[in-house]
């Protein structure tokens, strides 16, 4: 028979009144004492931003972050454009946007996990 690991470990924090009442109501939805929901919520949370550091960031800011990108990627080609002199028709401007738009939630996302990693794993 294995011998369940014990803790041993305690982690504390303050919350208002409403605070607790909300944390104790998540709580007794999934059936566990305050404790034990604590415990799986911050352990559950560490897990998914160590392992897939993208995930832990909202879809929220992946969306603000994806038009962003697109943003800077149609800017940066349109300046150039001007820098050296050439017009842009309406047709280019088309497909600068398309092209921005194609890949911009993935470049988001790249450059939000890069933004997560800690400096000495960059």
């Keep these: 028979m294995v011998k369940p690991t ?7 924090t303050k919350v208002t009144e409403e605070e607790y009442a909300q944390l104790e109501r998540a709580a007794r939805a999934g059936t566990k004492t305050l ?11 560490a897990n998914r931003r160590s392992s897939h550091p ?4 909202g879809a929220e800011v992946q969306v603000l972050m ?4 697109a943003l800077r990627t149609i800017l940066l080609n349109v300046l150039y454009k001007q ?3 050439e ?3 309406a047709e280019e401007m088309q497909r600068l946007i398309e092209r921005a738009d194609a ?3 993935k470049k988001a996302v790249e450059r939000l996990g890069r933004a997560a990693k800690p400096e000495s794993a960059r």
Excluded: F, H, P, Y
């Design 6 to 12: 014990l803790r041993t470990k305690s982690i504390g």
């Design 35 to 45: 404790g034990e929901w604590c415990r799986e919520v911050m352990l559950a949370s």
């Design 54 to 57: 993208q995930e832990s960031v």
């Design 66 to 69: 994806a038009e962003l990108v």
């Design 83 to 85: 820098v050296n002199g």
């Design 87 to 89: 017009r842009l028709t």
């Design 103 to 105: 890949d911009k939630i």
